[in-house]
């Protein structure tokens, strides 16, 4: 029996297509020829900052046991067919990849998945390691796919989480999406912590915004739990098929402990610990910015308008907070924050004029001339103001953006096991007499 894995990527363009849903169809056709998977397919998740991502930089992997090198070599053929067939090679910016590997994952394979996800790679870069390690690789226009399509082979699975895709019927492609709001709630109570974003508020989060042929995607921590919540979701209009994934998503993977803020790379995804040394300052378009230090460097961190209400707890910062951010650097060399961990809060104080002991507050009795009571007229000759210590209104605790604005290799806080600590930075302007957000809008 062989077990051949199969790579894919790079197969849509914005205007549509998606390589999950040409990997269904190829699935659907190796399962009709007869051939079975090991598994479930998997959706590995690569670098966010890619610069030739389309969208989510997601690339397929499935493997299929066939019992002759003659199956073995069908098998290759419907692959490379569907994806000739399907993908959106009239896009310039489609070039897709496909990857045959027979052997057992190396520790060079698991290593250049992790770098995929982590850091930038070239295109000479895979076609180098499967040279080494006897994969085939197919490229189509430019081949650059096949980064993702090696990568997704190799890349280890410690931990994962599922995703299940329905698809649309080509006639409703670019139309929008029938799927009962009420249902995706409902379905969203009912399966509890086992399932996570399907909805923010009002936003439906399951529903893509592109054209491509994704209907819905619900994710969860199993297969089981994702059947169920199918028959939960309501949709007016006809599903032509769905698939269960196994994913990287929500794990987190592409998080790297920085030791220090100096090692940090562009385009890299980390953890880093430091210490607020500016800000937070508010930018045109409601971003939110502060400086993030330790003893070898500075780095600016940044919540984006899409962050919505997770930016008052940014604002909520001071200098000397102690704190790990979780996120990605972009281009700019900004870190993009997905999530905080608030370890120690600074001591926020006003200073003021001392309280005399007959129980009024003192004046000024000049520059460098202390304090005179004006009730009971007594003197203090030191000028110093004494501090009060003021509440802060946000806690110690884990801090991360909602689902709307959530990466897909971002763990959730409850996939943590962690809830975020209530605080009066996330209430909703509505209830909130001083707004912090708005206020600082409205300046600008
Ligand atoms: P979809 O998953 O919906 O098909 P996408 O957003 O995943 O679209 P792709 O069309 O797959 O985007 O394009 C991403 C391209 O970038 C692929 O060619 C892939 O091989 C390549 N790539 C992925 N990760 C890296 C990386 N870390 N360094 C360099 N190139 C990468």
Redesign the pocket.
């Given at each position: 029996m062989y077990r051949l894995h199969v790579g894919i990527?790079?197969?849509?363009?914005p205007e549509g297509?998606?390589?999950?849903y040409i990997s269904c169809v190829i699935i659907q056709e190796l399962k009709s020829c007869g051939f079975s998977l090991e598994d479930h397919p998997r959706?590995i998740?690569?670098?966010p900052?890619?610069?030739?991502?389309?969208?989510?930089?997601?690339?397929?992997t499935f493997t299929v046991l066939a019992e002759s090198r003659e199956d073995l070599n069908t098998v290759k053929g419907i692959v490379l067919e569907g994806v000739e067939e399907l993908a959106e090679l009239d896009s310039e910016?489609?070039?897709?990849?496909v990857v045959f590997y027979t052997g057992e994952i190396t520790e060079e394979m698991r290593e250049f998945a992790l770098?995929?996800?982590?850091?930038?790679?070239?295109?000479e870069d895979?076609r180098r390691l499967a040279e080494r390690v006897g994969a085939e690789v197919h490229g189509f226009k430019k081949g650059?796919?096949?980064?993702?399509?090696l990568?997704a082979i190799g890349c280890p699975l410690d931990d994962s989480t599922y995703e299940l895709l329905t698809y649309r019927v080509p006639e409703n492609y670019g139309k929008p999406r029938r799927i009962d709001p009420e249902s995706v709630a409902r379905m969203d109570d009912e399966t509890g912590s086992e399932t996570f974003d399907n909805i923010d508020g009002d936003y439906i989060a399951i529903e893509p915004h592109t054209p491509?042929p994704i209907l819905y995607g619900i994710r969860g921590e199993s297969p089981e739990v994702l059947l169920r919540a199918m028959e939960m979701v309501r949709v007016d209009e006809e599903v032509e098929r769905y698939c269960i994934f196994e994913t990287n998503q929500h794990t987190d993977q592409h998080i790297q402990d920085a030791g220090r803020i100096a090692d940090m790379e562009t385009?890299g995804c980390y953890r880093v610990r430091g210490e607020v040394i500016d800000g937070p300052r508010v930018i045109e378009g409601g971003h939110v910015f502060f400086t993030l230090g330790d003893d070898s460097g500075q780095i600016e961190c940044g919540a984006y308008e899409p962050t919505k209400d997770f930016r008052k707890i940014i604002l909520e910062l001071i200098p000397g907070d102690v704190l790990t951010v979780y996120g990605g650097i972009g281009a700019q060399g900004t870190m993009n924050i997905e999530k905080i961990h608030l370890e120690r809060l600074a001591e926020l104080y006003v200073e003021e004029n001392p309280i005399c002991t007959c129980g009024k507050r003192m004046k000024s009795a000049g520059r460098n001339k202390g304090f005179k009571c004006p009730s009971c007229g007594r003197r203090l000759r030191s000028s110093r103001k004494v501090r009060r210590a003021l509440e802060r209104s946000v806690g110690e605790g884990y801090y991360e953006v909602p689902t709307c604005a959530r990466r897909h290799l971002s763990k959730q806080l409850v996939r943590m096991g962690i809830s975020s600590p209530p605080s009066e930075a996330t209430e909703s302007s509505s209830t909130r007499q001083s707004d912090p957000l708005n206020k600082k809008w409205e300046d600008l």
């Open positions: 990527d790079d197969t849509d363009s297509m998606c390589t999950t959706l998740r690569l670098n900052f890619a610069p030739h991502k389309t969208r989510g930089n997601g690339a397929v910016r489609t070039n897709p990849g770098s995929a996800i982590r850091r930038i790679l070239r295109i895979a650059r796919g096949i980064i993702g399509a990568a491509c385009f």
